[in-house]
């Protein structure tokens, strides 16, 4: 059954590929394997996130971002991490609202993906979903998410070219710029760029990626091990050639997306930088970083699975224990990995 | 030499303390066996997560807080998670500066944790901080976060009682207000409300907690094996009694802490909140749950560890596979699993 979900996708039938999504957004049982029918048929689309904080007017700027590629002849499939509540279950209605003029074009696929209950796993569902569009044929793909949390960071690394949308005076804009979002931004678009104080933000977003570049040097020598992907992803600032060879500095667009301006300037953007991604010596180990990280997140996820069901009623005990304060939580973890090493040894 | 260190702790030596918590942050060799020696001491200070959107003033209020508890003798620790950019290495000035008039007080410690590097592993490092005050003995522990984001929802799990700050006019309210919030809420302040919208403000939380009750039932029926928590954390609307013995609704106290107003109300509320914590069965099932899932995430960081030390050679050939596109991801994990209980079968 599923094998002909994935088949349906593959001969591009639009109610296999709502199907498939439905799949890997509830986890359906085996899942998995229709993923592994999909991944040959992947790697062609070029998959852009775009994120930003609240009111900063992603969800227009995305609509006239479609309008471009699909000018240009391209087709769009959207995947929209929505900040709703648990309970509201769906969209935010504006946003749809927004996206509506979109619904009777054949080459444009928007579907939304409620964050309530996934938790960690988002980042997951995205990915695959990202996978099964990628699949499916469309040229471009946006994962648009709001915010710039930690869960909003991972999701955009499914993407080839992230775009962070800002607004001129949403408040603090200091605090609003949250840590790692230099990391992950490959574009900067100032939205809204009639109001006042655009310049400004304009500014504070060069000094802080000039400053950036110097910074992340040092924060790399305090912190190893993490700072291969950080350094690639925010490299030092180069002479302002996005074609270089080895160096990404974002470049900032400032755009209207209300009345359509800057908008194809942005998308020439980032045409720019999935060029550099193929081309660069950093932009291929950005790509394969990124992979590294998606095996590495599945293989942590299939060691838990495997450890709960051999260790299962032991994990409870420990808990139990551990409650009582018979004994802290460190030793309790260290004995239930000695056990686990030990009941794989007797298997 | 960090057994040391603990026992400074132990002896409220207050450079040692400072000492501990630069273990806990830069994860140094061995300062889990420090925390082994700490435990017995925790489990007496009341822990408070503080959080919400940048702008809705929480660090005035924080600030106020501990002018609360210090006239009611209690000593007070302050975790404070910083959104500073990687390369800014420290806190924002203005919150340091509203903290100031602290500095003199030796029955106030307040210590800023930067979001650099960290990212998934900032609510163990929260987690384990709290334990250190703890065993040091402060009275009340606030941990403020800035945002709503997935990150600073896990933080505050370490909390008992979560105040989640919000102040009229912030823009796009639905939007603002992100999946989790609710469940994570155990009071709700309402600052800055001398302003236009205040009422607004209080009246949409009103229907969302109202609202929330009922779906939330809903959504535990779709993710069984989720929900627990969630339903004890976001109980059905009571008959707004909070000494109820078995739900908690969340109250939601106007504030304008700026001018000292509604402050003492606040603590008042998360004070009753502790009293339900311990004295209702769906309390302390809440307060088990919590270490439940502390034990899980240190089991996962403690499973990983062992199968990279195991596999190391086998993961980055695996990689290698995926990336050339000979074998696709979800393949590529099983096998690594396989090898992995192979391995340990042999050992």
Same mark, same amino acid.
């Given at each position: 059954? !599923?094998?002909?979900?994935a ?6 039938n639009?109610?296999? #590929? ?16 229709? #993923?592994?029918t ?24 995305? +609509? ?34 927004r ?51 930690q ?20 408040? *603090? @804009?200091?605090?609003?710029? /949250? ?6 931004? *490959? ?6 760029? +009639? ?15 000039? #400053? ?8 790399? /020598? ?15 600032k ?6 270089? *060879?080895? /160096? ?5 667009? /400032? ?10 300037? !942005?998308?020439a ?23 590294? @990280? ?6 942590? @996820?299939?060691?838990? *699975? ?13 808990? @139990?224990?551990? &409650? ?5 939580? &460190?030793?309790a973890?260290?004995?239930?990995v ?10």
């Amino acid at each position: 059954m !599923l094998s002909a979900v994935a088949n349906g996708v593959l001969s591009k039938n639009i109610a296999s #590929l709502a199907r498939a999504l439905r799949l890997i957004d509830d986890r359906t049982d085996g899942y998995r394997s229709m #993923l592994k029918t999909l991944f040959p048929a992947t790697g062609h689309a070029f998959v852009i996130g775009v994120t930003g904080n609240p009111g900063a007017g992603k969800s227009t700027l995305v +609509d006239r971002l479609i309008a471009v590629f699909r000018a240009a002849g391209k087709t769009v499939g959207v995947i929209a991490v929505d900040p709703t509540s648990p309970f509201s279950g769906g969209a935010i209605l504006g946003d749809r609202i927004r996206m509506q003029r979109h619904s009777g074009d054949a080459g444009v696929f928007i579907r939304s993906v409620a964050t309530r209950g996934h938790l960690g796993g988002l980042s997951q569902s995205a990915r695959d979903m990202v996978r099964a569009l990628d699949a499916f044929g469309f040229d471009i793909i946006i994962v648009e998410t709001v915010g710039v949390g930690q869960d909003e960071l991972e999701i955009t690394k499914t993407a080839h070219t992230t775009l962070v949308v800002m607004a001129p005076g949403m408040g *603090d @804009e200091i605090q609003a710029i /949250k840590a790692g979002i230099l990391e992950c931004a *490959d574009v900067f678009a100032v939205n809204k760029a +009639d109001r006042d104080g655009a310049d400004g933000t304009v500014r504070d977003l060069e000094l802080m990626i000039a #400053l950036g570049s110097e910074s992340m040097l040092a924060v790399s /020598k305090v912190h190893g091990h993490k700072t291969h992907t950080s350094r690639d992803a925010m490299p030092e600032k180069s002479d302002g050639d996005a074609g270089d *060879d080895t /160096k990404w500095t974002p470049p900032i667009v /400032k755009c209207v997306a209300t009345r359509n301006e800057g908008v194809a300037q !942005l998308v020439a953007a980032c045409e720019r930088h999935r060029e550099w991604l193929s081309a660069s010596e950093s932009g291929r180990t950005r790509t394969h970083d990124r992979l590294a @990280e998606e095996v590495r997140a599945e293989l942590r @996820e299939a060691l838990i *699975d495997s450890a709960v069901s051999t260790l299962h009623g032991q994990i409870e005990q420990a808990l @139990e224990r551990v &409650y009582r304060r018979e004994v802290d939580p &460190y030793t309790a973890v260290e004995q239930l990995v000695a056990a686990f090493q030990t009941q794989l040894n007797q298997a």
